[in-house]
């Protein structure tokens, strides 16, 4: 049942999101930016021209061609066949991490705003102090504690995230709580559990889906800058980030190897931002009105 | 069980709040009883206690500020009073219904109707989505909602402020209660949905066989619905009667002053007669008797000692609280 309470709650929230995307022209050309990029990521072993980690020596550093339309690297790999190899790696860390810290942060959230009290005052503190780290500094120190790999870099971003939603999954729960169709919830003798799961999630879940599409934006980021700093994935795997720090090492001989992975991560984040910005601007006064 | 034994029986029931850096009562020395079958309506102003009364039956008084510090409350036998939360959620919603004032804020908005309906059912009644999906169109059609079956899905939003009051009624109902307490439910509707809501109540009473206590402060509502009737003022009962005796004998003086203040079409009155002064804060309770302060024919016994709740001599269901209308043999608790 709580299942479908989700579907009806969530094709509610849906339908919210729906209308505030009809409303609002900039997240329409982010959502489409978006999942073009998405699409190129998920059909890279199809599209992609060369193997991305396919090495020829006689073309290294070298600048758009027919050949090779973005260039080539330091050991004569293909740059767009890397971007979009690196595209799918990047798409995986920031979904699952951001996912993940979805789920922990709202629920953390949600909690603490619905019981309230001395719990949700520790909770928040807590919260708080996860905030005081910038969250690139918090990847570093945990990259830097649990070592560098593509389940600790998604550990890493998560870990920064949590606080975030935590925060954004409190707030309206407290508002909603006191709601009149929750004490009739209570009238009808419903748990704790359930009114939480059932009739206060469904209410505030698009508030928490347009925090996570800002959030991807900043897992991209953080993702990037830990591979830039070489704290990333490790090589020879195609990342965004990675393939930043190469150009940058060789950026007196080829400009192409660092500005074409830094067109890439600046579209993701540019139409993931225009994204949440639209759907938040087109969603906050009518959740804020209620019904 | 003998047949009238009443399903709910409140034995001096006290509910306190914290205010200030005290705890004071809200409802003081409150008893009655309903049988299956019967209504019994509470009338009072806003903040008599009449309301904290059925949130102290739900056990839904919020504990933060709030509790139940002495008394019993008897259901079907059992005392609600000091029983746990979870034995007491078996019984909200399942045995002991609410509905609430505000039909346009008491459905959540995310959730279609139908879903709201049947969630009780599968709560209470471990019926799967099918079968509390039949269920609750079932009871569309007994709460008088049009085209039940194509309203189904609908969100709240898109129903009349009478339409939601029936859903809310519908699901108070879902799992046919022992008991519906019914707090102000017509009071933000039109006049004719008003009567519409009250009519079915009294039919879904009468073919359930469910006692019900009406919240009310609406004197009309009260003669049409109830069977008895409780007057309550500043927390205390002042005054019980079966409906008829309490319009044709009003005895306390609020009671008096209450019908006088019904605005009348068929008498030629010149403005309406409000009763002076308010109702006393619940830190500020007067000594004597807490009507006393406001009541025309106050003497100096009012002020000095409470009056107790009296049987009138002749039909012994009529009570009231009042040293001048119904004395008391014995001297009150002072």
Same mark, same amino acid.
């Given at each position: 049942?709580?299942?479908? *309470? ?32 998405? *699409? ?53 860390? @920031? ?22 009290? &001395? ?44 606080? #975030? ?7 309206? +729960? ?28 469904? /209410? ?45 090492? /060789? ?10 992975? @830094? ?21 906050? #006064? ?6 | ?7 709910? *029986? ?35 102003? @806003?903040?008599?206690?009449? @309301? ?10 919020? #504990?933060? /500020? ?107 109902? *879902?799992?046919? #209660? ?8 017509? +009071? ?11 009519? %079915? ?58 019908? &006088? ?28 008797? &807490? ?12 002020? &000095? ?18 040293? %001048? ?10």
């Amino acid at each position: 049942m709580s299942t479908l *309470a989700l579907r009806h709650g969530s094709s509610y929230a849906l339908q919210q999101l729906a209308r505030a995307f009809n409303a609002n022209a900039t997240s329409w050309i982010g959502l489409v930016t978006f999942l073009a990029i998405v *699409a190129l990521a998920l059909l890279a072993p199809l599209i992609s021209p060369y193997d991305p980690l396919d090495q020829d020596i006689l073309v290294r550093l070298e600048g758009p061609s027919a050949a090779h339309w973005f260039g080539t690297d330091s050991y004569g790999r293909d740059i767009l066949s890397r971007l979009l190899w690196g595209a799918r790696l990047s798409l995986v860390i @920031s979904t699952v991490s951001i996912l993940t810290a979805m789920l922990i942060g709202g629920i953390i959230g949600i909690l603490a705003g619905y019981i309230g009290g &001395r719990f949700d005052m520790i909770v928040m503190q807590a919260m708080d102090v996860l905030l005081s780290f910038p969250s690139l500094i918090m990847g570093l120190m945990v990259v830097a504690m649990l070592g560098a790999s593509m389940g600790n870099l998604m550990i890493a971003i998560a870990l920064t995230a949590i606080a #975030p939603f935590a925060r954004i999954a409190r707030a309206p +729960t407290i508002l909603v709580k006191e709601r009149d169709y929750i004490e009739a919830c209570r009238a009808l003798g419903y748990s704790d559990l359930r009114i939480m799961a059932v009739h206060i999630l469904p /209410n505030i879940i698009a508030e928490i889906l347009v925090m996570g599409s800002l959030w991807l934006a900043t897992a991209i980021r953080i993702e990037a800058s830990l591979s830039f700093i070489g704290l990333g994935v490790r090589p020879p795997t195609a990342t965004w980030g990675g393939m930043i720090r190469e150009g940058f090492e /060789n950026i007196l001989d080829s400009a192409s190897l660092s500005v074409f992975p @830094s067109l890439a991560i600046l579209l993701v984040v540019f139409s993931l931002n225009m994204l949440g910005d639209g759907l938040r601007d087109a969603i906050d #006064p009518k959740l804020r009105g209620g019904e | 069980m003998t047949a009238d034994a009443p399903i709910i *029986a409140i034995e001096n029931l006290v509910t306190e709040f914290r205010t200030g850096g005290g705890w004071h009562p809200a409802v003081r020395d409150v008893s009655f009883a309903v049988q299956r079958n019967e209504t019994l309506a509470i009338v009072g102003e @806003s903040g008599c206690g009449k @309301s904290v009364t059925a949130l102290s039956i739900m056990g839904l008084v919020p #504990p933060a /500020n709030g509790r139940v510090a002495s008394g019993h409350i008897r259901f079907a036998g059992r005392d609600l009073v000091g029983l746990d939360e979870e034995e007491m959620r078996k019984l909200r919603g399942d045995r002991i219904s609410m509905i609430f004032q505000e039909p346009m804020t008491s459905l959540n908005p995310v959730l279609t109707v139908g879903f709201q309906i049947a969630e009780a059912l599968h709560y209470h009644r471990d019926m799967g989505r099918r079968e509390a999906d039949a269920s609750a169109l079932e009871l569309f059609d007994q709460v008088k909602i049009p085209s039940a079956r194509q309203r189904f899905a609908d969100y709240p939003h898109q129903f009349s402020g009478g339409m939601r009051q029936r859903v809310m009624i519908a699901m108070a109902l *879902a799992c046919r #209660p022992e008991l519906l307490l019914a707090d102000e439910p017509t +009071t933000a509707l039109d006049v004719t949905i008003q009567a519409q809501v009250l009519s %079915l109540l009294a039919e879904l009473k009468a073919a359930y066989g469910m006692a019900m206590i009406f919240i009310t402060h609406n004197l009309g509502v009260v003669a049409s619905i109830a069977d008895r009737v409780a007057v309550m003022y500043a927390g205390e009962i002042v005054e019980t009667a079966p409906v008829n005796e309490l319009f044709a004998r009003p005895t306390h003086p609020y009671t008096e002053l209450l019908l &006088r203040s019904i605005p009348r079409v068929d008498r030629d009155t010149v403005g309406l007669s409000a009763i002076a002064g308010q109702v006393p804060s619940i830190g500020a309770m007067p000594s004597g008797c &807490r009507f006393a302060p406001r009541c025309p024919l106050r003497e100096e016994i009012c002020t &000095r000692r409470d009056p107790l709740l009296v049987k009138l001599s002749d039909p012994g269901d009529h009570q009231v609280r009042c040293w %001048l209308r119904a004395p008391s043999s014995e001297a009150g608790h002072g």
